[in-house]
Nanobody, 126 residues
Framework: QVQLVESGGGLVQAGGSLTLSCAAS????????MGWFRQAPGKEREFVAA????????YYADSVKDRFTVSRVNAPNMMYLQMRSLKPEDTAVYYC???????????????????WGQGTQVSVSS
């Protein structure tokens, strides 16, 4: 059983920075990919960024490209999301997700992820 735990959320002013962390515990192995999604109040959950575990290739939503950086460390299994130049519209609950081996994975497709964290709140004030 894999558990994902996010940390690093908080309140920041517009233009500021935050770094989110996602720690995987329990049974560990090389994931196919891991990703970050977010859900703002009253909106659908949306893709933010993802990373291929084997190659380290990152993927980004257009709305965060050039502002956010996703990275991962293999041992221990950790994923990070460095967020810069934050905007009020970045306010949301941010979720970490993982695709364990044995299934297809497309970075931005939510249904391809089989393990999810509980989320961490990011609030950006104007």
């Amino acid at each position: 059983q894999v558990q994902l735990v996010e940390s690093g959320g908080g309140l920041v002013q517009a233009g500021g920075s935050l770094t989110l962390s996602c720690a995987a515990s329990g049974r560990t192995f090389n994931y196919v990919g891991m990703g970050w999604f977010r859900q703002a109040p009253g909106k659908e959950r949306e893709f933010v960024a993802a990373i291929s575990w084997s190659s380290g290739r990152p993927y980004y939503a257009d709305s965060v490209k050039d502002r956010f950086t996703v990275s991962r460390v293999n041992a221990p299994n950790m994923m990070y999301l460095q967020m810069r130049s934050l905007k009020p519209e970045d306010t949301a609950v941010y979720y970490c997700a993982a695709r364990t081996p044995g299934g297809a994975w497309t970075a931005g497709r939510q249904r391809d992820y089989d393990t999810w964290g509980q989320g961490t709140q990011v609030s950006v004030s104007s």
